[in-house]
């Protein structure tokens, strides 16, 4: 009886560490998935848009349309603005809004040479 206790005692520690371990990392992944869910509400109510603008409906992280790849560039133009000041620690915030104002195509139009100052 005792080899029996030693023989199964290792297998259950490992079976329980492993079940803990998996749970966590499932509780890490919704998390995750909730997060970007709200940060793509908000970019879409940023631009005006719904989610079918940018993503394909049936793999959302599949990248073939136009729109996603631009998308993703801005998105990375916004994080490096962040990372130079634009924080909204002492200044305004970077974010979709600051150019798009809920429209997909900004109405920003660059000055021509004999406007600028």
Do not use: W
């Amino acid at each position: 009886m005792q080899r029996a206790s030693k023989r199964y005692g290792v297998p259950l520690l490992f079976f329980l560490f492993v079940s803990q371990v998996h749970a966590e990392s499932v509780t890490q992944f919704v998390t995750k998935e909730e997060k970007i869910r709200e940060e793509m509400i908000t970019i879409s109510r940023e631009l005006g848009v719904t989610c079918t603008e940018c993503h394909n409906v049936t793999n959302f992280r599949e990248d073939s349309k136009k729109a996603f790849q631009v998308g993703k560039e801005h998105m990375k133009i916004t994080q490096m603005l962040k990372d130079n000041g634009f924080d909204g620690k002492k200044g305004p915030m970077s974010t979709c809004y600051m150019c798009h104002r809920g429209k997909l195509r900004p109405d920003f139009k660059e000055p021509t040479p004999d406007k600028a100052h």
